[in-house]
Every structure is written in C-alpha cells, then in structure tokens.
C-alpha cells in the first residue's frame, strides 16, 4: 500500500509588479506559454527587464532541515488543474510534464517548466499546481498542492493559445500596448529602431505616451522634435512642453529653468533676461514713434487737402472722421492682397509685429508673469491686452481734455469714435488671435485626446 504525504504550500502575501502598477497576492504568479526561469518582468518607470524567479524547485530535507542527497531514479509528475471556485468542481486537468532529480544541483528543477494557463479567463477559476513526487529510499509519495494565478501580457507581448508571447523585434516586430492580440510592425518612415516594448523616433516625430504607437509628423517646428526613445515632453528639445512640442515651458516643469517664446515663435531662456528689456524698450520706442509720425502724417494730409479743395476750418473734424476711415479700409485692402503674395511673406509678417504692440508687450513679459502669478499664462495674457488697450484709451483721452482745456476748444465726439475705429482696425486681429490661442490651447491637448481615443479603441 502506498502512504502519500499531502502538503498545500501557502505563499506569504508578496509585492509583484503587474502592468506597471504593484499589487499585493498570496498566489503564485507565474507566466502562461513562456519558461519560468527565463521569464522577465519589464518595469516602465526604470524602462528594463528584471528577473522575476530565480529558483523554482523541490529539495527534500530531514526533519532536521537538512538536505538529503542521491535521490537517483526520483521523479515528480507536474500536474495542473482548473477548479471551479463556486462549485468546488474541478473542470479539468492535465499532465504538464515528468521531472527527473538533478544530480548536480540536488533537487527537483520546475524551473524549465511552461504551463499552459490563461490569463484572460480566470474569473470564477482558480488554477492550481500539483506535484507528485516519488522516491526510492522513500515509502512515502510526496504531493505538493500550489494555488497559482497567470501573469496578464505585459509591454512587448501579445495575447495568443492562451497565453503571452513576446513580440520578436528582431523581424520588425513589437507591441507598446497592454492585453495586445498581436504585434505592430516596424514603420521604417517613422521609426529609427525598436525593441520588443518601445520605439525609437526619428527626429521631427512625437509621441505622446509610452503606451501609444502612434507616431505624429511635426509639421510645424521640425526643429523642437529631439527624437529618440523618449514620450511627451521628454521627446522635446529644452525649453519645449505640451503636445507636438508646440508650447514653451513657462512653468519650468522640466526642471531646465523658464522659457518664454519670441517673435519667431521659438523658446529662449528667461535668464537672459536682457533680451526682455531689450525687447521691451525697443517696442515701446517705436510704438511712440510710430504713433507720432502717423499724427504728424495725418495733419499734413488733411492741411494740404484742405488748402487744395478750399474746404472751410468748421469742416476739419468730419474730413479728418472721412479721411481715416478711408485711409483704414485702404490699408486693410493692401494687407488683404499682400498675404496671399508668398514673395513678400517675411516682409507682412514684420509689419504686423511691429504693429501688434500690446501683444508684442504681453508675450516679452511672459517670464515675468509666469513666476508672479498662479493663474494660467493665456488667462493673464488676455487681460494684459485689455489693460494696455485700456490704457491707451485713457492716455489718448486725457491728452485730448488737456489740448482743449489749453486752448479752450469745443470737444467733438468724433474724436472718440476716431480713436476706438483706429483701436478697433489696429487691435482687433490682435484680440481676435488671443481669443482663438485661448480656445485652442494645445497644452497637453493632443496627449489627452490620443490617450482618450486609444483607451476606446482597447475597450471596443
């Protein structure tokens, strides 16, 4: 008659790592279709592989804990079973393999083994190990009992016969993507390398998450793209942040110090903070000097034309009303041609920075207020450009009281609506601007959006 000793081994409650995130269990995690002792767990934050079990055998020890030798013709049979977890019924079961004992390491190796145990159908299951072990110098047959749970597909592997392989990149295969049924293929356009979980861009292409194989073509700053294997704000050049590296980091989240954007739209350190005032000084000058060359133009016009047509002087304030509402719609007019000529694309593009002078005065100052406010940037840069908008009513008012009060002049209300025409012709594209870069803030926004559309795609 043969005696069986029956053990149920118990696992001590372990951390493990599953799909990037650590979970506590009491069962034993093993992989499904894949050898044990050459299976890795891949980490995401530290970007490597790890061993995951180093030795899975049996040692036969006395009752004194110590190892006992020499057990030639030994064998263990490798048994695994699926139970039902409310009925206690087993549903099936299955020999896995016979296991000879190791002369040279003095134990039974279940290192070697592959078991075949799905990991997207455990619900209601439980999946269990059973060795049995038979000796000669023994009378007793040795049967171990193990409750055991399959490890999901990590970051390179992909879901197929019930189980997880890994993506072979080596013929162009990966997959950067959890649960996958079945791998992507090398894109040689976009691409520069792969392994069997990540991707290596060629430069000008962006990538939002480390969890997404879609590639995005930098079609507006080839420069900002730096490559490589990097996602998110890390594929970006220094001093780039946000989706397709399209904004400045203002808030120096990266850690490399405040950037704002220039008038060529690319991301210069706030350190060198005499660029600012430089800018700034320079703006303001020419603003003032631009502004006193059209008054000074816009009276010698009007003089000459009264002179000429022999208007009379009660007349001067509705031709100079006339005068530059034509003068306006003349220069609206020549922008509207001068912008679809390609030719003379650099020269409207100067023009119109020298004349955008509250938004050209708010963009210099993004260093400044970025460190001085907890507001969003776009928000406080809207109101700055109401503000000077203001403001330069108020100064062109006051101005005009103070001639009439010296001279003792009749104030006409067509000054008024002269300065908010001229405010309106001159500002509103500025407005116009800031309101749609409110809207449209790219700010992490294309990472959301393809985070969000692959996260449907996964559940569909």
Same mark, same amino acid.
């Given at each position: 008659?043969?005696?069986?000793?029956?053990?149920?081994?118990?696992? @001590?409650?372990?951390?493990?790592?599953?799909?990037?995130?650590?979970?506590?269990?009491?069962?034993?995690?093993?992989?499904?279709?894949?050898?044990?002792?050459?299976?890795?767990?891949?980490?995401?934050?530290?970007?490597?592989?790890? /061993?995951?079990?180093?030795?899975?055998?049996?040692?036969?020890?006395?009752?004194?804990?110590?190892?006992?030798?020499?057990?030639?013709?030994? *064998?263990?049979?490798?048994?695994?079973?699926?139970?039902?977890?409310?009925?206690?019924?087993?549903?099936?079961?299955?020999?896995?393999?016979?296991?000879?004992?190791?002369?040279?390491?003095?134990?039974?190796?279940?290192?070697?083994?592959?078991?075949?145990?799905?990991?997207?159908?455990?619900?209601?299951?439980?999946?269990?190990?059973?060795?049995?072990?038979?000796?000669?110098?023994?009378?007793?047959?040795?049967?171990?009992?193990?409750?055991?749970?399959?490890?999901?597909?990590? =970051?390179?592997?992909?879901?197929?016969?019930?189980?997880?392989?890994?993506?072979?990149?080596?013929?162009?295969?990966?997959?950067? *993507?959890?649960?996958?049924?079945?791998?992507?293929? #090398?894109?040689?356009?976009?691409?520069?390398?792969? *392994?069997?979980?990540? &991707?290596?861009?060629?430069?000008?292409?962006?990538?939002?998450?480390?969890?997404?194989?879609? /590639?995005?073509?930098?079609?507006?700053?080839?420069?900002?793209?730096?490559?490589?294997? /990097?996602?998110?704000?890390?594929?970006?050049?220094?001093?780039?942040?946000?989706?397709?590296? !399209?904004?400045?980091?203002?808030?120096?989240?990266?850690?490399?110090?405040?950037?704002?954007?220039?008038?060529?739209?690319?991301?210069?350190?706030?350190?060198?903070?005499?660029?600012?005032?430089?800018?700034?000084?320079?703006? %303001?000058?020419?603003?003032?000097?631009?502004?006193?060359? !059209?008054?000074?133009? @816009?009276?010698?016009?009007?003089?000459?034309? =009264?002179?000429?047509?022999?208007?009379?002087?009660?007349d001067e304030y509705k031709l100079r009303d006339y005068l530059?509402?034509?003068? /306006?719609?003349?220069?609206?007019?020549? #922008?509207?041609?001068?912008? #679809?000529?390609?030719?003379?694309?650099?020269?409207?593009?100067?023009?119109?920075?020298?004349?955008? @002078?509250?938004?050209?005065?708010?963009?210099?100052?993004?260093?400044?207020?970025?460190?001085?406010?907890?507001?969003?940037? %776009?928000? &406080?840069?809207?109101?700055?450009?109401?503000?000077?908008?203001?403001?330069? &009513?108020?100064?062109?008012?006051?101005?005009?009281?103070?001639?009439?009060?010296? *001279?003792?002049?009749? #104030?006409?209300?067509?000054?008024?609506?002269?300065?908010?025409?001229?405010?309106?012709?001159?500002?509103?594209?500025?407005?116009?601007?800031?309101?749609?870069?409110?809207? @449209?803030?790219?700010?992490?926004?294309?990472?959301?959006?393809?985070?969000?559309?692959?996260?449907?795609?996964?559940?569909?």
């Amino acid at each position: 008659m043969v005696c069986i000793q029956f053990n149920i081994i118990k696992i @001590t409650p372990i951390r493990i790592l599953k799909q990037g995130k650590v979970i506590l269990t009491n069962k034993l995690m093993i992989p499904s279709n894949q050898e044990i002792s050459k299976y890795e767990l891949y980490n995401p934050k530290l970007k490597k592989f790890s /061993a995951y079990i180093n030795e899975f055998s049996i040692q036969l020890k006395n009752r004194f804990n110590e190892q006992l030798l020499n057990f030639t013709n030994s *064998t263990c049979q490798i048994m695994e079973s699926i139970i039902d977890i409310k009925k206690q019924d087993r549903l099936s079961s299955s020999n896995t393999s016979l296991i000879y004992f190791n002369q040279t390491t003095n134990n039974f190796d279940l290192g070697m083994l592959i078991f075949n145990l799905d990991p997207y159908n455990q619900t209601d299951k439980q999946y269990k190990i059973e060795i049995q072990c038979k000796t000669q110098s023994l009378i007793k047959e040795l049967l171990y009992k193990i409750k055991v749970q399959s490890l999901i597909c990590q =970051l390179g592997e992909f879901n197929v016969l019930n189980g997880c392989l890994t993506c072979q990149s080596t013929q162009g295969f990966y997959s950067v *993507t959890y649960n996958a049924t079945k791998c992507s293929i #090398f894109d040689k356009i976009k691409f520069e390398a792969i *392994t069997s979980n990540n &991707i290596k861009l060629k430069p000008g292409y962006w990538r939002s998450h480390q969890e997404s194989d879609l /590639a995005n073509d930098c079609f507006k700053n080839i420069e900002s793209y730096k490559g490589g294997w /990097a996602v998110g704000d890390e594929i970006c050049k220094i001093g780039h942040v946000g989706g397709l590296c !399209e904004e400045c980091d203002k808030h120096n989240t990266r850690g490399d110090g405040y950037y704002f954007i220039n008038d060529q739209f690319s991301c210069l350190n706030c350190s060198n903070f005499s660029i600012n005032i430089l800018s700034l000084g320079l703006s %303001i000058s020419f603003y003032n000097i631009k502004q006193c060359i !059209e008054n000074q133009l @816009t009276l010698c016009f009007i003089k000459t034309h =009264l002179k000429f047509c022999s208007y009379p002087v009660q007349d001067e304030y509705k031709l100079r009303d006339y005068l530059i509402k034509v003068i /306006a719609q003349l220069y609206l007019d020549i #922008f509207c041609n001068l912008y #679809f000529q390609h030719s003379i694309f650099f020269f409207i593009y100067f023009v119109k920075q020298m004349n955008d @002078t509250p938004y050209f005065l708010t963009r210099n100052l993004d260093c400044e207020i970025s460190q001085s406010f907890e507001i969003e940037l %776009i928000y &406080i840069r809207v109101l700055g450009m109401f503000t000077l908008i203001s403001l330069q &009513i108020f100064v062109i008012q006051l101005t005009v009281n103070i001639f009439i009060m010296l *001279t003792k002049g009749k #104030f006409s209300s067509n000054i008024s609506s002269i300065t908010i025409i001229y405010l309106y012709i001159s500002l509103g594209m500025d407005l116009q601007v800031c309101f749609t870069s409110l809207i @449209t803030d790219k700010v992490n926004f294309p990472h959301i959006i393809t985070f969000i559309f692959e996260q449907i795609i996964k559940q569909t």
